[in-house]
């Protein structure tokens, strides 16, 4: 049995801001954080629309997908959405505080009146931490064989727009990939060595919780809950030591690349593309240049989007699904890390 990626979607809001537009609003400039950071431009959802918003479009756009490239057997999207056995939403910006869980609204949005839903919590790491889990969930039972695996994103509404070392560096949005189980037998051998296994071939989760206050949203959990009548000056927001988290992500990707790639007897010139979380031009090319892998073999769309977390993986690999920039066949690594500290990749072959 193999886990295969059946289709990609993505919800991206239309709302464009400009580094220019932000540095008539804050003390910053373009220069500044395109030299630091490779971001050009972030898309803000409007006030109406809610993580779930953008999650529930990026799903319907992959079931669409998925039915259109005639992946499935089922005749429409709806159809599709009634079959899904899972639906595991990567998320830091949930709807809701705790209950209910993004899962759940997206669950009730699609009509897949079947499927178990959850949300998992890893930071910009969610993604990587959700295919893992929702390809486990579907081998672990023979009844089960579809699932989405969506990661979506309001940062908006936590970042401190009055905090320039912050704030410059989110987006929203949404990404999100329809999972199958298929019977390939003479394929599944295990093993990553070309023209072996297909799907997600292997996984590397990590963490380093003694990092747990370089990104924090401090304010509203059980340690420090909003008081009664206390005035509140900001909402909930993101704190963040760059320096200490650029370190941690340097480091975590390096090796996780490698690891990925020593253990799976890879050599760069079998990975057509390297998907790395886009929160920083800078991580990627100082991780690709200790493992001397050339530029182009990351796919970098930070520029446009910005630091998108949990969603930043899926959108850029419906970017490249959608423009045929990955073949069937293809092995893809994704790599990523974010708060928590968190980390993981993905070997997959498309
Ligand atoms: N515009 C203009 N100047 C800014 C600025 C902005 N948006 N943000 C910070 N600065 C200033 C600082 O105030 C500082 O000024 P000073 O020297 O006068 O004190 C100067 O730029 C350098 O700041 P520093 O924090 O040292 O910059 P940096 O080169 O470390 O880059 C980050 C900052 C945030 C881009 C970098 O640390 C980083 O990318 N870290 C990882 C962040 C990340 O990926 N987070 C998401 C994890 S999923």
């Given at each position: 049995?193999?886990?295969?990626?059946?289709?990609?979607?993505?919800?991206?809001?239309?709302?464009?801001?400009?580094?220019?537009?932000?540095?008539?609003?804050?003390?910053?400039?373009?220069?500044?954080?395109?030299?630091?950071?490779?971001?050009?431009?972030?898309?803000?959802?409007?006030?109406?629309?809610?993580?779930?918003?953008?999650?529930?479009?990026?799903?319907?756009?992959?079931?669409?997908?998925?039915?259109?490239?005639?992946?499935?057997?089922?005749?429409?999207?709806?159809?599709?959405?009634?079959?899904?056995?899972?639906?595991?939403?990567?998320?830091?910006?949930?709807?809701?505080?705790?209950?209910?869980?993004?899962?759940?609204?997206?669950?009730?949005?699609?009509?897949?009146?079947?499927?178990?839903?959850?949300?998992?919590?890893?930071?910009?790491?969610?993604?990587?931490?959700?295919?893992?889990?929702?390809?486990?969930?579907?081998?672990?039972?023979?009844?089960?064989?579809?699932?989405?695996?969506?990661?979506?994103?309001?940062?908006?509404?936590?970042?401190?727009?009055?905090?320039?070392?912050?704030?410059?560096?989110?987006?929203?949005?949404?990404?999100?990939?329809?999972?199958?189980?298929?019977?390939?037998?003479?394929?599944?051998?295990?093993?990553?060595?070309?023209?072996?296994?297909?799907?997600?071939?292997?996984?590397?989760?990590?963490?380093?919780?003694?990092?747990?206050?370089?990104?924090?949203?401090?304010?509203?959990?059980?340690?420090?809950?909003?008081?009664?009548?206390?005035?509140?000056?900001?909402?909930?927001?993101?704190?963040?030591?760059?320096?200490?988290?650029?370190?941690?992500?340097?480091?975590?990707?390096?090796?996780?690349?490698?690891?990925?790639?020593?253990?799976?007897?890879?050599?760069?010139?079998?990975?057509?593309?390297?998907?790395?979380?886009?929160?920083?031009?800078?991580?990627?090319?100082?991780?690709?240049?200790?493992?001397?892998?050339?530029?182009?073999?990351?796919?970098?769309?930070?520029?446009?989007?910005?630091?998108?977390?949990?969603?930043?993986?899926?959108?850029?690999?419906?970017?490249?699904?959608?423009s045929g920039q990955v073949q069937k066949g293809d092995l893809i690594?994704?790599?990523?890390?974010?708060?928590?500290?968190?980390?993981?990749?993905?070997?997959?072959?498309?």
């Open positions: 049995m193999v886990i295969e990626i059946a289709g990609t979607g993505r919800a991206i809001p239309p709302e464009r801001i400009s580094n220019q537009d932000l540095a008539e609003q804050i003390d910053t400039s373009d220069e500044w954080i395109r030299s630091h950071t490779g971001i050009e431009a972030r898309h803000i959802a409007p006030p109406h629309v809610s993580t779930s918003d953008l999650a529930v479009e990026a799903a319907w756009e992959s079931l669409k997908f998925a039915v259109a490239r005639a992946e499935v057997e089922e005749p429409g999207p709806e159809e599709l959405a009634r079959t899904l056995d899972l639906i595991v939403v990567g998320s830091t910006t949930q709807d809701y505080y705790g209950c209910p869980s993004t899962a759940c609204l997206v669950q009730h949005r699609l009509g897949a009146q079947k499927a178990a839903a959850m949300d998992i919590t890893a930071a910009c790491s969610s993604f990587i931490y959700c295919l893992e889990t929702a390809a486990a969930l579907i081998l672990a039972d023979r009844r089960r064989k579809r699932a989405l695996v969506i990661g979506a994103e309001t940062l908006s509404r936590v970042a401190n727009w009055n905090d320039r070392g912050t704030c410059v560096l989110f987006g929203d949005g949404a990404g999100a990939v329809l999972l199958e189980k298929r019977d390939y037998p003479e394929e599944n051998s295990g093993g990553a060595g070309p023209g072996r296994s297909r799907g997600l071939l292997r996984t590397i989760l990590g963490a380093d919780g003694s990092g747990w206050e370089h990104l924090i949203i401090r304010r509203g959990g059980s340690r420090e809950p909003w008081k009664s009548g206390e005035t509140v000056d900001i909402p909930p927001h993101v704190e963040m030591n760059g320096h200490a988290v650029y370190n941690f992500a340097v480091k975590v990707i390096t090796e996780t690349m490698a690891q990925l790639m020593e253990e799976e007897s890879l050599a760069i010139q079998d990975i057509a593309r390297i998907v790395p979380h886009q929160a920083n031009a800078r991580i990627i090319q100082a991780a690709g240049k200790r493992l001397k892998i050339p530029e182009e073999k990351f796919y970098l769309n930070m520029g446009e989007y910005a630091n998108t977390s949990a969603a930043s993986i899926p959108i850029a690999l419906d970017e490249l699904n959608r690594i994704t790599v990523g890390f974010g708060g928590g500290l968190t980390y993981g990749g993905n070997l997959i072959r498309w």
